[in-house]
């Protein structure tokens, strides 16, 4: 009898042991991938002329033959190519050099401030408003004035108004322009 209880017993022992072998639970496992994309801010200068009554791109090489009392079109405009709202802002830098290579004074050379834009204690003019993706500012100036007291050293003298232009993301950055941080340290 003894063999006989050992032997269920063992008998019990293997098929506990099967039992708990084959055993299973049920289980799942997933992965998301989230992609995350960080947004673009990139803009592009527009400047523009009038030629025989037509908006046109102004020219690389500039303008010439231009005589004391003329304005010249130089319409400035600035473009977001980017993917995100932008703060905008904007330098404009005179020079006048004569034709022996001397600075002139450029108080002989004016230009209007359009609406929309306001001038900062640091010189630059910001936009006042936001710039979404494909869109651009209102104009920043349309005409550079020269003055009709231009005397004979202004003869052949070469007059740049060097614009250049600078973004910054609206998100998270001031509910103003004026107040939006992380501007570029230099021109680029």
Same mark, same amino acid.
């Given at each position: 009898m003894k063999k006989k209880i050992l032997? &269920? #017993?063992a008998v019990l022992v293997c098929i506990a042991i099967a039992a708990a072998g084959t055993l299973a639970y049920f289980t799942s496992s997933t992965t #998301?991938?989230? &992609?995350i $994309? =960080?947004?673009k801010i990139d /803009?592009?200068?527009v400047e523009k002329t009038i030629e025989d009554g037509v908006e046109v791109d102004f020219p690389e090489d500039g303008i010439s033959g231009v005589m004391p009392g003329a304005s010249v079109d130089k319409i400035v405009t600035v473009k977001n190519t980017g993917t995100s709202d932008a703060w905008i802002r904007v330098a404009l830098e005179a020079t /006048? &050099? =004569?034709a022996s290579g001397e600075p002139l004074s450029v108080d002989v050379m004016t230009y209007g401030i359009e609406s929309g834009w306001v001038l900062g204690n640091d010189g630059y003019y910001y936009y006042t408003d936001s710039v979404v993706p494909g869109a651009s500012t209102t104009t920043l100036i349309e005409e550079v004035h020269f003055a009709? =007291?231009?005397g004979n050293e202004y003869q052949n003298c070469t007059a740049n108004l060097v614009v250049t232009a600078q973004a910054v993301q609206v998100t998270h950055n001031g509910e $103003? &322009?004026?107040e939006a941080v992380g501007w570029p340290e230099s021109a680029e």
């Open positions: 032997f &269920v #017993a #998301a991938h989230n &992609v $994309t =960080s947004g /803009i592009e200068l /006048i &050099v =004569s009709p =007291s231009m $103003t &322009v004026m």
